[in-house]
């Protein structure tokens, strides 16, 4: 279902939970996908998708690292992508403070790095 439904253009939010899906299905299901039966996950799943490596390690990222704040705000498209790969990086307090203080623009959350 999560690899043949690419009828609407996607949000941000909604790539990254499509990989997370994915993700798990190859887990879960690795002889369902044979054309990408081995390599790291990563690889894997950008084959699958045919989506570039580092945009797919950005979204897995987001996904492991992003607080509920963030995730919310990039739920919502208020933190794009960029921004929420940056304020992944960060422990969840810092990434609280930076969203609550209105910051969830790439330019503004990397200068304050």
Known sequence: LYSSNGHHE???YEKMHELERMKYLL???PEEF???S???MVERLAKLLNMKKTTVGEYLTISKNLG???MEKFRSGELKKSAAVELSS???KRQDELIERGITKHGDV???L
Request: hydrophobic share 20%; net charge neutral.
């Open 10 to 12: 996607k949000t941000e």
């Open 27 to 29: 887990e879960k299901y």
């Open 34 to 36: 044979p054309q990408v």
């Open 38 to 40: 081995t390599g790291r």
């Open 68 to 70: 509920e704040k963030g």
């Open 90 to 92: 960060l422990p969840e």
């Open 110 to 112: 990397y200068v304050l």
